[in-house]
């Protein structure tokens, strides 16, 4: 254990801070310590909180990182407003936190992947011929040529659509930690 960290157990060892009101456990480290986030509550297990517990309450509240909606960032039993610094998180380490997101990305660029393999592929063997794939009558005539490129066009188009998605969804997240207060 690290001197620091014993230090700090010390010192909360002499001064009880009871119980996280979040997680209801006592134990805390010099990374996670419990803090006051707000002055106001006077009951011993609910004046603490660990920080990364607050940190994760305070994000996971409905449009809480929406800086026209400050009216949650309170606590609700005291009512004492909660300082709290924000973060602009980039795109990029959203989304990398975000496994769902990854997923769709990695199938995106194996699809995207395929989907040109595959119609180049195609449009290499008939890059000569000129075979109707279908003749109806004499209005429609498919090539088979036109077919392939205009497939391969198509499904980049969508894709464009699919890339935007997630880089909107990564975009412009903010994230919120609570500041301890001093007592
Ligand atoms: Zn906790
Ligand atoms: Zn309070």
């Known amino acids: 254990m690290p001197a620091s960290e014993e230090v700090h157990l010390l010192i909360n060892s002499l001064t009880p801070k009871g119980r996280c009101w979040c997680c209801w456990e006592s134990h805390e480290t010099a990374?996670?310590?419990?803090?006051?986030?707000?002055?106001?509550?006077?009951?011993?297990?609910?004046?603490?909180?660990?920080?990364?517990?607050?940190?994760?309450?305070?994000?996971?509240?409905?449009?809480?990182?929406?800086?026209?909606?400050?009216?949650?960032?309170h606590c609700t039993?005291?009512?004492?407003?909660?300082?709290?610094?924000?973060?602009?998180?980039?795109?990029?380490?959203?989304?990398?936190?975000?496994?769902?997101?990854?997923?769709?990305?990695?199938?995106?660029?194996?699809?995207?992947?395929?989907?040109?393999?595959?119609?180049?592929?195609?449009?290499?063997?008939y890059r000569n011929n000129d075979i109707l794939l279908l003749e109806w009558g004499p209005y429609l005539k498919i090539y088979v040529r036109e077919l392939i490129a205009f497939l391969l066009l198509l499904g980049h188009f969508l894709h464009l659509v699919e890339w935007q998605f997630v880089y909107r969804q990564c975009r412009g997240n903010v994230e919120l930690k609570v500041i301890a207060k001093k007592i």
């Open 31 to 73: 990374n996670d310590p419990l803090i006051r986030a707000c002055l106001g509550c006077r009951d011993i297990d609910l004046q603490y909180v660990h920080q990364s517990c607050v940190n994760r309450y305070i994000n996971a509240l409905p449009s809480a990182t929406l800086t026209t909606n400050r009216a949650y960032r």
């Open 77 to 125: 039993r005291c009512g004492d407003q909660y300082t709290i610094t924000e973060r602009q998180v980039p795109w990029l380490e959203t989304l990398w936190s975000t496994p769902s997101l990854v997923y769709r990305v990695v199938g995106l660029f194996l699809y995207t992947v395929v989907l040109t393999a595959a119609c180049s592929m195609l449009l290499y063997r």
